[in-house]
């Protein structure tokens, strides 16, 4: 069974940063590319950003330049950290893990997911 466990939301101000950290546990942490995705109050979940074992990244186009992934591959865990955050940034941020290199933005390629960590920005 693999788990993932989200940390690190919380409410901020406008041009704040945040780190959010995932840690995987079960299954092979490396056989996954990693995504991070974002669901706002009465819209469809969209995706973030992802990453590779390799380290190889991807974004959309709205958290270019201020969002940055990472991984930690001994520690089975990912990070995204979000610098100049805005309050369209207001969102519940889900982890979530693919088997398979190839990264994807789709939500419905990823097989495992965790809960989620709220995110909200004040203007």
């Known amino acids: 069974q693999v788990h993932l466990v989200e940390s690190g939301g919380g409410l901020v101000q406008a041009g704040d940063s945040l780190r959010l950290s995932c840690t995987v546990s079960?299954?092979?942490?490396?056989?996954?590319?990693m995504g991070w995705f974002r669901q706002a109050q009465g819209k469809e979940r969209e995706f973030v950003a992802a990453?590779?074992?390799?380290?190889?990244?991807l974004y959309a186009n709205s958290v270019k330049g201020r969002f940055t992934v990472s991984r930690d591959n001994a520690k089975n865990t990912i990070l995204l950290a979000m610098n100049s955050l805005k309050p369209e940034d207001t969102a519940l941020y889900y982890c979530?893990?693919?088997?398979?290199?190839?990264?994807?933005?789709?939500?419905?390629?990823?097989?495992?997911w965790g809960q989620g960590t709220q995110v909200t920005v004040s203007s």
């Open positions: 979530a893990a693919k088997r398979g290199a190839d990264l994807r933005m789709t939500a419905l390629e990823y097989d495992y």
């Open positions: 079960g299954g092979t942490f490396s056989s996954y590319a």
């Open positions: 990453i590779r074992w390799s380290g190889v990244s």
